[in-house]
Every structure is written in C-alpha cells, then in structure tokens.
C-alpha cells in the first residue's frame, strides 16, 4: 500500500502565498514523477505542475513564473510554493506519485486525498 498525505492548504487574499507539502509513505521501492493536479467545481481536474526524479518541471501555462513545485527524494515529498495567487486559482488540489511497490515490483500510480486552496478577499 502507498499513501499520499497533503498539507498546506487554506484560505489567502489575492497577491498571497501557499505552500503544498505531499510526502509519501508504504510499499515504496522508487518514485518516478510526482505531481499536482487541481479540480474547481464544474470543472475537469487539470494539471498544475509535475517534476520527475531527476528535477525535470512542467508547468501549466496558467501558473509559469507564480508557481514552483520541488522535490525532497529522501522524504518522498513533493512541495508546490504558490505566489501571487489569483482568485481563478481556488480549487482542491490533489498531488499524484508514480513509481514502483516495494513488495510487488508493479507500478503504482496514486492520489492523495486532496487540499482545499481558496484565494478570496
């Protein structure tokens, strides 16, 4: 089993900051990419940012040069720092881990539970 915690969430005025922390635990012999995705009501989850083992970034067009996700490999976290934060960026937002079971050698790909960010005055 391989579990996803999310913390870091809240509630920020316009121009704000958050940061996301996502560490993974269980049955884990490597992870590959990790990742955010975010979900506004109505609307399809979507991603925000990815980086894979080695430090490779992508980013969504919408969040470039506001946005930066890091990784720690040796805590199995990954970290989204989000700056100049828009009302349009309100939306739960769900980190994703691929990589190997420790136990199984399959590959995994999970979830975490999500965290809500809402940017409001």
Known sequence: ??????????????????????????????ITDMGWYRQAP???REMVAEITSGGTT?????VKSRFTISRDNSK???????????PEDTAVYYCHATG????????????GQGTQVTVSS
């Open 1 to 30: 089993q391989v579990q996803l915690v999310e913390s870091g969430g809240g509630l920020v005025q316009p121009g704000g900051s958050l940061r996301l922390s996502c560490a993974a635990s269980g049955w884990i012999f490597k």
């Open 42 to 44: 109505g609307n399809q």
């Open 58 to 62: 992508t980013y969504a067009d919408s």
């Open 76 to 86: 199995n976290t990954v970290y989204l720092q989000m700056n100049s934060l828009k």
């Open 100 to 111: 190997t079971n420790l136990f199984t050698s399959s590959p995994f790909f999970h979830w």
